[in-house]
């Protein structure tokens, strides 16, 4: 299948604002530059995190960026996303996830993650379990989390829980039923990006894909931001149908017009 004829009538290499991106082309505003530093420097300090924001404000860009920033020699990553199992089925996604061998019962795959972290303290290698979508967590893998932070009653840090979700898990959090997790967590909130933010994003986005010169007015990527208040997933919907509508009526610039017609119609 050939280039489409949008790309092809902005001179672009590649669909500009899709989600398959490397980590080393991943975009980071220069106003998260900081929160990235306080992430790494949590994991870096032993600590447990708890990350939340609204729905496509940069959550998962943040993890890419602590991934890409983490050493591999000292670090061991692992990504989870299935929060809505039971405890049992939960720590076995774990396992499957660091690639151990599961076990029958929930003590026993319990025994085995404990006992594959304690392995890699031996070998100062840190564990970092990234737990994407934790606002879904059942109540009783949260009362279980804490235990399994703990090693050596509780004074080795062998660990670190990083929990990501929507703000709604900050306040459950909060609850008196887990204190003991709210007790551990060194707690980050990702803020709706600015403006300069969006623009930064776009005009990012469209030099990756071989753009020589702005291809969005500058009152269309005002008016873009306003709509999705910076979400990056809104901005990247948006302007792709807006390429595309500008394409159609043989453009060169996406005005103010066109994503006007564009949210009209949303």
């Not at 280039?3 to 001179?11: A, D, I, M, V, Y």
């Not at 829980?161 to 900050?170: M, N, Q, R, T």
Request: negative net charge; aromatic residues 6%; glycine residues 4%.
């Amino acid at each position: 299948m050939g280039t489409p004829l949008w790309l092809n009538h902005f001179k672009l290499s590649v669909s500009p604002f899709s989600k398959d991106l490397a980590d080393d082309d991943l975009w980071l505003p220069s106003s998260k530059e900081t929160l990235i530093d306080e992430l790494v420097e949590a994991i870096d300090e032993r600590q447990h995190v708890l990350l939340v924001g609204e729905p496509g404000v940069g959550k998962t860009c943040a993890l890419r960026a602590l991934r890409r920033r983490l050493p591999d020699a000292g670090y061991r990553l692992t990504y989870c996303h299935n929060a809505t199992l039971g405890e049992r089925d939960f720590y076995r996604q774990l396992c499957l996830a660091m690639g151990i061998e599961s076990k029958a019962t929930a003590a026993g795959v319990f025994y085995a993650i404990s006992s594959h972290v304690q392995e890699l303290g031996r070998e100062h290698i840190h564990p970092v379990f990234l737990l994407d979508e934790a606002h879904l967590l059942r109540q009783e893998v949260l009362d279980h989390l804490h235990v399994l932070s703990n090693y050596h009653w509780d004074s080795k840090p062998l660990l670190s829980l990083v929990l990501v979700g929507l703000p709604e898990l900050w306040d459950r959090l909060k609850l008196a039923r887990n204190r003991s997790l709210w007790s551990r967590v060194h707690c980050i909130r990702v803020e709706d990006a600015s403006d300069e933010d969006t623009v930064e994003y776009v005009h990012h986005r469209l030099e990756q894909a071989g753009a020589d010169h702005p291809l969005f007015a500058s009152d269309a990527l005002t008016m873009m931001h306003e709509s999705t208040a910076g979400r990056l997933r809104d901005i990247d919907r948006i302007a792709t149908l807006a390429l595309k509508a500008s394409a159609r009526r043989k453009l060169k610039l996406v005005d103010r017009d066109v994503i006007n017609r564009l949210l009209d119609a949303d």
